[in-house]
């Protein structure tokens, strides 16, 4: 028996995408890839920004938590560097002390008390500082500031310390009447 081939048959145009249609998906793969490269470009700029303060904060805690510990503080402005890349600036401003007079000072958390009277007992023995470090960073475009501030109490007279800690207490608290 012979063969049989079927008849010639044309097969129906290719079912395929067209030109158009992978041109439309490329283009939103790209646009979606381009969104995907920008924000993992910020968060690794936040991550950098986020470790350069975080060394900072570490930095000018230490410089800090040392001033008038060893040495008396005393008022001027002193610089230095941290490494080759971070430099700081401290300014020690010594503030005017408080006035003598007595204040009434209503007691924390509870409206329904008297008053209490504050009087300190020792004018002047204490000095009180302002400290402000200021540290600077070069970045990549822009030079980068970052500012402490505290306050620093110290003895008026350092050499006095020892009678300073028999006295009681820089303040005496009384109760008014209501």
Same mark, same amino acid.
């Given at each position: 028996m012979p063969i049989r081939r079927p008849p010639y048959h044309v097969p129906p145009r290719q079912q395929g995408f067209t030109l158009v249609e992978l041109v439309a998906a490329f283009v939103i793969f790209a646009?979606?890839?381009?969104?995907?490269? #920008?924000?993992?470009?910020?968060?690794?700029?936040?991550? @950098?920004?986020?470790?350069?303060? /975080?060394? +900072? $904060?570490?930095?000018?805690?230490?410089?800090?938590?040392?001033?008038?510990?060893?040495?008396?503080?005393?008022?001027?402005?002193?610089?230095?560097?941290?490494?080759?890349r971070y430099s700081w600036q401290l300014n020690v401003q010594k503030l005017p002390p408080p006035e003598d007079e007595? #204040?009434?000072?209503?007691?924390?958390?509870?409206?329904? @008390?008297?008053?209490?009277?504050? /009087?300190? +007992? $020792?004018?002047?023995?204490?000095?009180?500082?302002?400290?402000?470090?200021?540290?600077?960073?070069?970045g990549y475009y822009l030079t980068h500031n970052a500012r402490f501030v505290t306050l620093r109490a110290q003895n008026a007279d350092p050499n006095n310390a020892a009678n300073l800690l028999a006295q009681p207490t820089s303040t005496r608290a009384t109760r008014g009447k209501p």
């Open positions: 646009l979606g890839f381009g969104v995907l490269l #920008q924000i993992l470009s910020t968060c690794l700029h936040m991550t @950098t920004q986020s470790s350069d303060y /975080t060394r +900072v $904060a570490l930095w000018a805690q230490s410089l800090l938590d040392t001033q008038g510990v060893g040495d008396p503080l005393q008022e001027g402005s002193y610089s230095g560097k941290f490494d080759e007595p #204040q009434a000072v209503q007691a924390a958390g509870n409206t329904n @008390t008297a008053p209490v009277q504050v /009087t300190q +007992v $020792a004018p002047n023995s204490i000095d009180l500082y302002q400290l402000e470090l200021i540290v600077s960073w070069a």
